[in-house]
């Protein structure tokens, strides 16, 4: 059993057989199965409820968004005040049980960051995400060594897919029309050959050479962000190249009731 501090609430991750052991003892709570949707009334009081959010990563995208979308639902009514979520464990205010086979790691659970997400203001919300997306796109890349650099140079520059022999990707430019790149240079955050800012556009891209391996990252499939960010914001964090996190960060935060294909089309996601 491990705890997770969400604002004041916490989540508790639990094995199925600590779960199983919380019933027993604890059988006058009123349950939301997040999994099945449906809500379990155990007590005469009706007024206090648990989420209970069955959980495996290797589940389908489409059962996982389901379960984590109806528990922002849940969470979102908590919020207003149109529902109350908490019972007493050891002197903590439990709001949720993840049930997760495995519990010596919680850093892979993706749920736990949706959670943590939906108990935000907007603002924290979009800063949240940003940087959760972009730590864990570092670790992949870091973990599986997808750019095999070799002095400065990575697997796309010594087989000739790129114009650059060194630094990689790491080469900013401007688009006039539809074709013609002015500017091309080495990007001005790029100092002492490591990055000076947390671009998420930068790090969600991926090469010819990599896409070509299968390695590539999809916004839709990637579950903080598909529950979280609407259409005109995956835009904004899949095309602001080589802009900072404050920039992006301000972009994701604009009203614009502009229709998407306009919006698609007048290519209102840059950053000005």
């Not at 949707?37 to 968004?65: D, H, S």
């Not at 919680?106 to 995400?129: F, N, R």
């Not at 074709?179 to 000076?196: E, F, G, T, V, Y």
């Not at 499939?221 to 609407?230: A, E, P, T, V, Y």
Request: with cysteine; proline share 1%; glycine share 4%.
């Amino acid at each position: 059993m491990k705890w997770s501090l969400l604002e004041k609430e916490y989540i508790v991750v639990v094995t199925p057989k600590e779960y199983g052991s919380i019933l027993e003892k604890m059988s006058d709570i009123n349950w939301i199965d997040t999994k099945s949707r449906k809500v379990y009334i155990n007590t005469t009081n009706r007024k206090n409820f648990v989420l209970t959010i069955p959980w495996n990563e290797k589940m389908n995208y489409k059962q996982k968004k389901k379960i984590a979308l109806y528990s922002i639902q849940t969470i979102q009514k908590y919020k207003k005040g149109k529902i109350n979520l908490g019972m007493n464990m050891e002197g903590r205010n439990i709001i949720g049980l993840i049930i997760f086979q495995d519990v010596q790691s919680m850093e892979d659970i993706s749920v736990l960051d949706i959670l943590k997400t939906a108990m935000l203001e907007p603002k924290q919300q979009y800063e949240y995400i940003y940087d959760t997306v972009c730590k864990k796109l570092d670790k992949k890349f870091q973990e599986n060594d997808y750019c095999e650099f070799k002095g400065d140079s990575c697997i796309a520059n010594r087989n000739g897919y790129t114009k650059d022999c060194k630094m990689g990707c790491c080469y900013s430019f401007e688009c006039v029309g539809m074709l013609n790149i002015i500017n091309r240079r080495q990007c001005i955050h790029l100092q002492n050959k490591h990055c000076d800012t947390a671009c998420i556009a930068c790090k969600l891209y991926t090469c010819k050479y990599l896409r070509e391996k299968g390695i590539y990252f999809d916004c839709n499939k990637i579950l903080i962000i598909d529950c979280f960010f609407n259409k005109k914001q995956k835009e904004i964090i899949q095309k602001n190249f080589f802009k900072t996190r404050e920039q992006i960060l301000d972009k994701l935060l604009e009203k614009n009731k502009m229709p998407y294909w306009l919006y698609y089309l007048k290519d209102e996601c840059k950053v000005k």
